[in-house]
């Protein structure tokens, strides 16, 4: 008959209570951690509001006189918060590269810890052949003990991963400073059609007020000469209309012109309610302006400066990468570590020591998934030229519809100038039969009202000329803003955005051609052969550190333009 002892004293009871009441201690802590977040208050809100109202309009250089076109696009560059947020994205793609190169490093993890138990940790043996007891229970391993240790590990696959997602949040980055770049050109293309429409509103503003003024005052004459029956009811009823007709048009034209300035101002990034004048450039001086590249050459400028195509064409290079970390992940796994360690236990015969080793572990079931991430690789490298195939397409569409927009808009500004023209004629005819009695007030209200809406025709129509020629080198892809500026003030930024608009203007962008050899001497009837392509040159990534504003133009040659292909930045010939 075979005895057994139990070894196992039990646990007193003062030991109990302590261990009880921290359990419960944490289960009740554990329990009201989590509390529901508190609603907004109002006084809340109304301190986001005038903290948020403070950072929108800091720093900002104060207005020292009329306002500029020049000026009015560099305050827009430089303080809109839709071109200060695009460039915090770009900074923050910047960022995130750095992130990803950490996982390339090997991991160093220091770790130490207590331990406790209410019982011995004992063990004892049993004889395999006759089931007996064989070794009297024992411990090696003290009931309160501290450990320690500092480990170094290095997995293999994780850098593989790591570095192929560092090269793709690269391309993220180069694709965000395209981004970049269409923001700041969609900005100065607002900014200038807001601009000339608020030219607009400071010329004729002391017309419109005067002339709606007079509409309003011969329309109460007219009410009192219908009630004194000094004409006949018919006409004096249709006098009546045609003089509200023309104060309703005034009303609405001096309406539209008071909203002109309140949108160039938030555009520049000003109080709705600022007041500001503007620098009016003489009327005489709205001339078309002259579009100096030819349309094959705008098309071939879109192919490689366009930031659609070339933020497609780095994102396309990370289909490539992520069919690569696929098939990454289907090899074996290496990990090698090495690391110091400490423990306090009495019974060890060493309580420091080093370890080092080396674990390959490898899921051969995926090696069945190899056709299939294959195949999906394939389709998404396919789809990724598809989709640059589809959007050149679209990019080489957009610019033939703004060269034509454009030349309706030369052609509409040509007959709206001329009808301004003849209208400030019929206006002195029409004042001067007045004046001899030949004519009514009624007309002379009329030629005034019509003389007001021709000239403001004569100016929309001039300032969707701008807005179209801006439109056409937008879609070619044509930096508006210069690659470098000679310093941060806001008078530099408008110095070095009236050179490089004045050097677009005159032609001074050096179109991209398709590189090629002479043809050899001896064989003059001979075609050139193409030129072997260069290697291309690894992309330059610019950082967005210290101040912003130098960068405030795109890279010449951020982008990887492809290898047979010159792109030239602006220069002055």
Same mark, same amino acid.
């Given at each position: 008959?075979?005895?057994?002892?139990?070894?196992?004293?039990?646990?007193?009871?003062?030991?109990?209570?302590?261990?009880?009441?921290?359990?419960?201690?944490?289960?009740?802590?554990?329990?009201?951690?989590?509390?529901?977040?508190?609603?907004?208050?109002?006084?809340?809100?109304?301190?986001?509001?005038?903290?948020?109202?403070?950072?929108?309009?800091?720093?900002?250089?104060?207005?020292?006189?009329?306002?500029?076109?020049?000026?009015?696009?560099?305050?827009?560059?430089?303080?809109?918060?839709?071109?200060?947020?695009?460039?915090?994205?770009?900074?923050?793609?910047?960022?995130?590269?750095?992130?990803?190169?950490?996982?390339?490093?090997?991991?160093?993890?220091?770790?130490?810890?207590?331990?406790?138990?209410?019982?011995?940790?004992?063990?004892?043996?049993?004889?395999?052949?006759?089931?007996?007891?064989?070794?009297?229970?024992?411990?090696?391993?003290?009931?309160?003990?501290?450990?320690?240790?500092?480990?170094?590990?290095?997995?293999?696959?994780?850098?593989?991963?790591?570095?192929?997602?560092?090269?793709?949040?690269?391309?993220?980055?180069?694709?965000?400073?395209?981004?970049?770049?269409?923001?700041?050109?969609?900005?100065?293309?607002?900014?200038?059609?807001?601009?000339?429409?608020?030219?607009?509103?400071?010329?004729?503003?002391?017309?419109?007020?005067?002339?709606?003024?007079?509409?309003?005052?011969?329309?109460?004459?007219?009410?009192?000469?219908?009630?004194?029956?000094?004409?006949?009811?018919?006409?004096?009823?249709?006098?009546?209309?045609?003089?509200?007709?023309?104060?309703?048009? @005034?009303? *609405? =034209?001096?309406? &539209?012109?008071?909203? /002109?300035?309140? !949108? #160039? +101002?938030?555009?520049? %990034?000003?109080?709705? $309610?600022?007041?500001? @004048?503007? *620098? =009016?450039?003489? &009327?005489?001086?709205? /001339?078309?302006? !002259? #579009? +100096?590249?030819?349309? %094959?050459?705008?098309? $071939?400028?879109?192919?490689?400066?366009?930031?659609?195509?070339?933020?497609?064409?780095?994102?396309? !290079?990370? +289909?490539?990468?992520?069919?690569?970390?696929?098939?990454?992940?289907?090899?074996?796994?290496?990990?090698?570590?090495?690391?110091?360690?400490?423990?306090?236990?009495?019974?060890?015969?060493?309580?420091?020591?080093?370890?080092?080793?080396?674990?390959?572990?490898?899921?051969?079931?995926?090696?069945?998934?190899?056709?299939?991430?294959?195949?999906?690789?394939?389709?998404?490298?396919?789809?990724?030229?598809?989709?640059?195939?589809?959007?050149?397409?679209?990019?080489?569409?957009?610019?033939?519809?703004?060269?034509?927009?454009?030349?309706?808009?030369?052609?509409?500004?040509?007959?709206?100038?001329?009808?301004?023209?003849?209208?400030?004629?019929?206006?002195?005819?029409?004042?001067?039969?007045?004046?001899?009695?030949?004519?009514?007030?009624?007309?002379?209200?009329?030629?005034?009202?019509?003389?007001?809406?021709?000239?403001?025709?004569?100016?929309?129509?001039?300032?969707?000329?701008?807005?179209?020629?801006?439109?056409?080198?937008?879609?070619?892809?044509?930096?508006?803003?210069?690659?470098?500026?000679?310093?941060?003030?806001?008078?530099?930024?408008?110095?070095?955005?009236?050179?490089?608009?004045?050097?677009?203007?005159?032609?001074?962008?050096?179109?991209?051609?398709?590189?090629?050899?002479?043809?050899?001497?001896?064989?003059?009837?001979?075609?050139?052969?193409?030129?072997?392509?260069?290697?291309?040159?690894?992309?330059?990534?610019?950082?967005?550190?210290?101040?912003?504003?130098?960068?405030?133009?795109?890279?010449?040659?951020?982008?990887?333009?492809?290898?047979?292909?010159?792109?030239?930045?602006?220069?002055?010939?």
């Amino acid at each position: 008959m075979t005895h057994t002892t139990n070894f196992e004293t039990p646990m007193p009871r003062r030991a109990t209570r302590p261990l009880v009441l921290t359990v419960l201690a944490t289960a009740l802590l554990a329990g009201c951690a989590v509390a529901p977040p508190e609603r907004l208050s109002t006084q809340d809100l109304l301190a986001h509001d005038q903290s948020d109202r403070g950072a929108m309009f800091a720093q900002q250089e104060p207005l020292s006189g009329p306002v500029t076109l020049d000026e009015a696009i560099a305050r827009a560059v430089k303080y809109n918060l839709q071109q200060r947020l695009a460039l915090m994205e770009r900074a923050l793609e910047d960022n995130l590269v750095d992130v990803q190169k950490q996982g390339m490093l090997p991991k160093l993890t220091a770790r130490a810890g207590l331990r406790t138990r209410s019982n011995d940790y004992g063990s004892s043996s049993e004889s395999l052949a006759t089931g007996a007891q064989s070794l009297v229970p024992s411990t090696s391993q003290e009931r309160e003990g501290e450990t320690a240790d500092l480990q170094l590990s290095w997995n293999v696959l994780d850098f593989g991963l790591s570095y192929f997602g560092a090269k793709a949040q690269g391309n993220k980055a180069l694709a965000a400073e395209e981004r970049r770049r269409r923001v700041v050109a969609d900005i100065i293309r607002q900014t200038r059609s807001a601009y000339w429409n608020a030219v607009t509103a400071e010329r004729l503003k002391d017309r419109v007020s005067s002339t709606l003024a007079e509409a309003r005052q011969t329309l109460e004459y007219a009410r009192q000469t219908e009630e004194k029956r000094l004409v006949a009811p018919i006409l004096a009823l249709r006098y009546q209309r045609d003089l509200l007709n023309m104060v309703r048009q @005034t009303e *609405a =034209l001096e309406n &539209e012109l008071a909203q /002109a300035k309140a !949108r #160039l +101002a938030t555009l520049m %990034n000003l109080p709705p $309610a600022t007041d500001f @004048t503007l *620098a =009016l450039p003489d &009327e005489g001086q709205l /001339a078309p302006p !002259r #579009l +100096a590249y030819a349309l %094959n050459d705008l098309e $071939a400028l879109a192919m490689v400066r366009r930031p659609e195509l070339r933020e497609e064409s780095y994102l396309a !290079r990370n +289909a490539v990468l992520e069919t690569r970390m696929s098939i990454l992940r289907l090899f074996p796994n290496a990990q090698l570590f090495g690391g110091l360690n400490y423990d306090s236990n009495k019974y060890l015969a060493n309580n420091n020591w080093a370890d080092a080793g080396v674990q390959v572990s490898w899921n051969l079931l995926n090696v069945l998934s190899w056709p299939a991430i294959s195949r999906a690789g394939e389709s998404r490298e396919e789809v990724a030229v598809l989709r640059r195939q589809a959007l050149r397409m679209t990019v080489l569409s957009q610019v033939h519809i703004a060269w034509l927009e454009r030349e309706r808009a030369e052609s509409a500004f040509t007959r709206a100038n001329e009808l301004s023209r003849l209208q400030d004629a019929i206006q002195v005819q029409t004042e001067n039969a007045a004046r001899n009695s030949a004519e009514t007030h009624l007309e002379l209200v009329r030629a005034k009202v019509e003389t007001l809406l021709a000239t403001r025709a004569r100016d929309l129509s001039y300032a969707e000329l701008v807005n179209a020629q801006n439109t056409v080198y937008q879609a070619a892809g044509i930096d508006p803003l210069p690659e470098r500026i000679a310093d941060e003030s806001l008078a530099s930024l408008a110095r070095d955005i009236a050179e490089t608009n004045r050097l677009i203007e005159r032609g001074h962008v050096d179109v991209p051609r398709l590189a090629q050899t002479d043809a050899p001497a001896a064989t003059p009837v001979a075609l050139a052969e193409p030129a072997a392509p260069a290697p291309a040159a690894p992309p330059a990534r610019r950082n967005v550190s210290g101040s912003p504003w130098n960068h405030l133009g795109s890279v010449a040659g951020a982008g990887a333009e492809p290898a047979a292909v010159q792109a030239l930045p602006v220069s002055a010939r």
